[in-house]
């Protein structure tokens, strides 16, 4: 039973570009979360995906947007890159089925350096 | 407000003793649930336990043990007979409604096995 996935492990950009980074939740989960999670830091939530919807929103700007596919694979997008958005982005699942309450399981993460 | 407290930023114990990393959490609802996840230096958050307010039974598996404690509202993580395998940053954390069940991470504790 594959776990959740992330692509890809690792990647460099620049101040100013664009990044799209790509996640498939665990078999049988139908919601996917974001975080950011700084040096030395916990977890921070972006946000988390339910039936192809945004369904909930941490506090982060609008240059981070996100996108749930029918397959329930999800994107994290983020625009004009800052220097401060260098960090470790993880994306959990869960099987939610509607409930907010489920134990999320986490990816390997995208380690992503903004130059 | 909902809030995690991991007070040891750093725990260092030699291998085979028991260790105890702290979790203290404050919530306004009667019903929410906590958890503990491990993170290796490999990045990945590794699901542990999550435990519902409503069942204050202590748990252990294996060489893991944990005492939840809503005198105190406490939930604190022992291992017993550590290992170098064990090495990695715990983070507790907390999903209630208020704040609409997004997890709420303590800033973790890092432990460090020596051999």
């Known amino acids: 039973d594959a776990g959740v996935t992330q692509s890809p492990t690792h990647l460099i950009k620049t101040r100013g570009q664009q990044v799209t980074l790509r996640c498939s939740p665990k078999s049988g989960h139908d919601t996917v979360s974001w975080y950011q999670q700084a040096l030395g830091q916990g977890p921070q939530f972006i946000f988390q995906?339910?039936?192809?919807?945004?369904?909930q929103r941490g506090n982060f700007p609008d240059r981070f947007s996100g996108h749930q596919f029918p397959n329930y694979s999800s994107e994290l997008n983020v625009n004009a890159l800052l220097l401060g958005d260098s960090a470790l982005y993880l994306c959990?699942?869960?099987?939610?089925?509607?409930?907010?309450?489920?134990?999320?399981?986490f990816g390997p993460g995208t380690r992503l350096t903004v130059l | 407000a909902q809030k995690v407290t991991q007070a040891q930023t750093e725990i260092s114990v030699v291998e085979k003793e028991d260790v105890t990393l702290d979790c203290v959490y404050e919530t306004r609802d009667t019903t929410y649930y906590l958890f503990w996840y491990k993170q290796p230096p490999s990045g990945e958050l590794v699901f542990l336990i999550r435990r519902n307010s409503f069942d204050e039974q202590n748990e252990i598996s294996g060489r893991y043990s944990w005492n939840f404690q809503k005198s105190t509202s406490s939930f604190n993580f022992t291992i017993t007979a550590s290992q170098v395998v064990d090495s990695a940053v715990y983070f507790c954390?907390?999903?209630?409604?208020?704040?609409?069940?997004?997890?709420?991470w303590g800033a973790g504790t890092k432990l460090i096995i020596k051999p």
């Open positions: 995906y339910y039936e192809e919807e945004e369904r």
């Open positions: 959990a699942s869960s099987d939610t089925s509607g409930r907010l309450t489920d134990t999320q399981y």
């Open positions: 954390a907390l999903s209630a409604s208020d704040s609409n069940y997004q997890l709420i």
